[in-house]
């Protein structure tokens, strides 16, 4: 059995980026998209033409800063490997009351097409009137797509948290 990772929680969520379940290599070093192959942070910097910081808490703080939550489908897994394929006995983290925290929360984005059908299978959508759900390719290096691809997708994080700034 393996667990997720506590969600990077800003005090002002507006949007939400869910994964699966973190990687082995992220479970070692303890850090969401710890794989230097994963293109996660590479993504996020990039939508604001920025380097991606070495320091893992300038990553976490930029999130921060831009009012994104990080957090993973599940809360606990069974799983060889790091493949979302070898996932077994699921059991999803309460995002629900993260949501309930955050009154500012109004999109969800899943980093994947896997972590958004563990979400619609564990977790029962009528409690999340109103919001925004938009599928992302995975930042998964077995997803294969050309990174300006994935970006121009992407983008729809940045363009959200700016029409959010728009209408406040």
Not at 34 to 54: C, D, E, M, R, Y
Not at 114 to 121: G, M, V
Request: charged letters at 20%; aromatic letters at 12%.
């Amino acid at each position: 059995m393996i667990y997720s990772f506590p969600p990077i929680e800003p005090d002002r969520a507006a949007v939400l980026i869910l994964g699966t379940m973190p990687s082995v290599r992220s479970l070692e070093q303890m850090q969401y998209y710890g794989h230097p192959q994963n293109q996660f942070w590479k993504l996020i910097f990039a939508l604001w033409n920025l380097s991606v910081p070495h320091s893992y808490s300038d990553k976490v703080s930029f999130l921060h800063d831009k009012g994104i939550a990080l957090w993973d489908v599940l809360q606990s897994c069974e799983r060889k490997g790091s493949m979302d394929s070898q996932i077994k006995s699921p059991n999803p983290n309460d995002i629900l009351s993260l949501a309930g925290r955050h009154s500012e929360l109004h999109t969800i984005f899943f980093n994947s097409k896997n972590a958004q059908i563990l979400f619609d299978r564990l977790i029962d959508k009528k409690h999340f009137s109103g919001f925004v759900f938009c599928t992302l390719p995975s930042s998964s290096p077995a997803r294969a797509m050309r990174f300006e691809d994935k970006l121009a997708h992407w983008s729809a994080v940045r363009d959200t948290l700016n029409q959010e700034q728009k209408d406040e």
